[in-house]
């Protein structure tokens, strides 16, 4: 049940950002228009691609959803660092477009805004940016989306390049230096760049199987002990994540005259406390005799 409500909040967020990405894209290419700014194109630009990111997040979300098949045992959840990895792809090749209109506007830059208006409506779609950015990256971490997070990062570069160029643009107003538009855009470039390797870097370690931090491993390690009685000690923990998915596993070593039943029972105290700490993850339990201590990890439990 809890796991369809995730489902739900994190198809509602993908849809929310297609109708932020059309909204903030009319919005930008008003002030395009308005004052004739080329940095402000080049911000336009991106939005169209927060556009398609939205729409491959929303895709990934839906695939990394489906259950567990006889192809995929483990589920669909690494689905979303793929998502992830194109939206960095995507951002790469807005900052090359934006590139080639930057170097068009050093040839021939700008002699003066055509309406200073424009920046008060460009400020306004940086706004609605920021308020999503902030939906986005809060609600991402909480319900371990991806595709979410490298959606609200990527907002956060928008937003950081909004505010350069509008800042950038009364000051060429103010000095009768209208190449900077062309600069400001170089910079917005470079800003989209950065964000679009950070998003591919976060996913490809996610890609990695990549274990989970040290403060939830932590968690993980209290959980197993206070629940493993019976037990001798627990060792040899793993953890990777995929998605909003964590799956763990270890080695429960048990007396060895303890039945089956029993040592199951200890088990499946285990699974059941683990699941209500963290309700999407898969548990994976190794039971061995006590002459398989190690004398390590999880100790006299």
Known sequence: ?????????????????????ILVLCIKMLSYYMTGSIAIYSDALESIVNITTAIAALIAIQIAAKPADAN?????????????????????????????????GLWEPMQQ????????????????????????????????????QADGWHLFSD?????????????????????LDAILAMFVALNILISGWRVIRSSLIGLMDEAVEEEMLARFHDIIAAEASGAIEAHD???????????????LVVPG????????????????????????????????????AKNSGIVDI
């Open 1 to 21: 049940m809890e796991s369809a409500v995730t489902l739900t909040e994190l198809t509602k967020l993908a849809i929310g950002s297609i109708f932020i990405g």
């Open 72 to 104: 995929h045992p483990y589920g669909h959840h690494k689905a979303e660092y793929f998502s992830a990895v194109l939206e960095g792809v995507m951002i790469v090749i807005a900052a090359v477009l934006i590139f080639k209109e930057a170097l068009a």
């Open 113 to 148: 805004l055509s309406s200073y208006n424009g920046l008060y409506v460009n400020l306004l779609a940086s706004l609605i940016n920021a308020g999503w950015c902030y939906v986005l990256l809060s609600r991402g971490r909480k319900l371990r989306s991806p595709a979410l």
């Open 159 to 179: 937003v950081v390049s909004s505010i350069g160029v509008t800042v950038g643009l009364v000051l060429a107003i103010i000095t009768g230096f209208y190449v």
């Open 237 to 251: 923990i793993r953890t990777r994540q995929a998605g909003n998915m964590i799956f763990i596993d270890f080695h």
């Open 257 to 292: 005259d303890m039945s089956v039943s029993d040592a199951h029972i200890i088990c499946d105290r285990i699974e059941d406390a683990l699941e209500a700490s963290v309700p999407e993850i898969l548990v994976t339990i190794h039971v061995e005799p006590e002459m398989k």
